[in-house]
């Protein structure tokens, strides 16, 4: 098992520029995340989805869009880059109901935006 | 609102010595589970411990070991005769049965030196 994969791994983006990163995964979970990561700041949710077709806002989920149109894909774009969307950002996945299942974390994606 | 504090920033350690991360929660959920995630260098996430309220019992797992207290609303974690190779920033999170993400802290660098 692949587990939770991520693409791209690192991005540059100028301003204005649109993207979206593809999280898969392939242990049948029903949770996917969102997050990112920012220098003293842990992670931070941005949306999350509780089964195919479905989606939620997270904490911050301003400028970003999500989509999980199959189960084992979750997108994240980014429809217009700010340079504060400059982050790491993780996907997850969890089996059963309820984030107090353990989470699965993808490697991560370094995105920078000029 | 569910808040997780981990006050040390950065600790520095030589290798064989004990440290202890320190994390200090906030809810008011009675049912809710607290994880700890190790970060190394080459930045995934690896899940280390599940607790959930209703269990305060210490856990030992090699060197790492866990004190849960409610009493103090605290979950910190030890690790005993530390190595280079614990170099790693260390997240404390949070989350409540009916959650639907996990809260994290800002986490806490560990640099263990030779």
């Known amino acids: 098992n692949a587990g939770v994969t991520q693409t791209p791994k690192f991005r540059v983006l100028k301003t204005g520029q649109s993207m979206t990163l593809l999280c898969a995964q392939d242990m049948n979970h029903e949770y996917m995340y969102w997050y990112r990561q920012d220098p003293g700041m842990g992670l931070r949710l941005i949306h999350y989805s509780v089964g195919e077709g479905t989606t939620a806002k997270g904490e911050v989920p301003d400028g970003y869009n999500v989509s999980r149109l199959k189960k084992q894909n979750f997108l994240l774009g980014l429809e217009s880059a700010a340079p504060s969307q400059t982050s790491v950002y993780f996907c997850?996945?969890?089996?059963?109901?309820?984030?107090?299942?353990?989470?699965?974390f993808g490697p991560g994606t370094r995105l920078t935006v000029l | 609102a569910q808040k997780v504090t981990q006050a040390q920033t950065e600790i520095s350690v030589v290798e064989k010595e004990d440290v202890t991360l320190d994390c200090v929660y906030e809810t008011r959920d009675t049912t809710y589970y607290l994880f700890w995630y190790k970060q190394p260098p080459s930045g995934e996430l690896v899940f280390l411990i599940r607790?959930?309220?209703?269990?305060?019992q210490n856990e030992i797992s090699g060197r790492y070991s866990w004190n849960f207290q409610k009493s103090t609303s605290s979950f910190n974690f030890t690790i005993t005769a530390s190595q280079v190779v614990d170099s790693a920033v260390y997240f404390c999170?949070?989350?409540?049965?009916?959650?639907?993400?996990?809260?994290f802290g800002k986490g806490t660098t560990l640099s263990v030196s030779s």
């Open positions: 997850a996945s969890s089996y059963g109901e309820g984030s107090y299942n353990e989470q699965f």
């Open positions: 999170a949070l989350t409540s049965w009916a959650g639907t993400a996990l809260i």
């Open positions: 607790r959930n309220s209703f269990d305060e």
